[in-house]
């Protein structure tokens, strides 16, 4: 046996051990140190956010999984989060990998006071997902006339359809969504 070799494969497995404890310790942080800023987002940690904002980190940073920051504060309806970000200039119409937005992800969940925030800082109201949903399908599936009535009066288109064919309108009757239908049907949409 060459004991060369077997010195060689003791130093690969010594330098892969020793490697792989320093990573473990920063499996929260990527290579452009983008997680913290998302995970505070996330959290609603407001003095952390703004202290990276002031400290010069950009508001669209995403998270690991490639998930921006906005669309975590808009998920867990930090509206203090959300506003300090879209005073920091972010992309409000930042996507994850299915193509949802921080606005869709507000509109679904009925977060009426982020959607106002995230129209004021001039998100698409009529962006579509992978799965053609918009914030106005969202939103009338749900029932959520208010976020409804938002998305109409910042420009909504009410004929845009999902890859089921369906338009918010239709949506709304499916699901018995009557508030949202009568809103609708005021705005000029059509069954």
């Given amino acids: 046996m060459n004991?060369?070799?077997?010195?060689?494969?003791a130093a690969v497995a010594?330098?892969?051990?020793?490697?792989?404890?320093?990573?473990?310790a920063q499996m929260s942080i990527d290579i452009y140190n983008r997680a913290p800023f998302a995970e505070a987002a996330a959290k609603g940690d407001v003095a952390k956010v703004r202290g990276f904002i002031a400290a010069g980190q950009s508001p669209n940073a995403v998270d690991l999984e490639g998930r921006?920051?906005?669309?975590?504060?808009?998920?867990?309806?930090?509206?203090?989060i959300v506003e300090a970000m879209v005073e920091a200039k972010v992309r409000p119409d930042a996507r994850d990998k299915l193509g949802n937005t921080a606005l869709m992800v507000a509109a679904e969940r009925g977060f009426?006071?982020?959607?106002?925030?995230l129209l004021a800082g001039k998100a698409n109201p009529s962006q579509d997902n992978k799965q053609g949903n918009t914030p106005l399908i969202l939103a009338a599936q749900r029932g959520h006339h208010r976020v409804v009535e938002s998305l109409i009066k910042a420009g909504a288109?009410?004929?845009q359809t999902d890859l089921t064919g369906r338009t918010?309108?239709?949506w709304a009757e499916t699901n018995n969504r009557r508030?949202?239908?009568?809103?609708?049907?005021?705005?000029?949409?059509?069954?």
Avoid at 68 to 80: C, G, R, S
Avoid at 112 to 117: E, F, G, S
């Fill in 3 to 9: 004991p060369f070799r077997c010195l060689s494969v």
């Fill in 14 to 24: 010594l330098a892969c051990l020793s490697a792989a404890a320093p990573a473990k």
């Fill in 68 to 80: 921006p920051a906005i669309m975590l504060a808009a998920l867990y309806n930090h509206v203090e």
């Fill in 112 to 117: 009426d006071r982020v959607v106002d925030l």
């Fill in 157 to 159: 288109k009410l004929d």
């Fill in 168 to 170: 918010a309108l239709e």
């Fill in 179 to 191: 508030a949202v239908v009568d809103i609708l049907k005021r705005a000029g949409a059509k069954s």
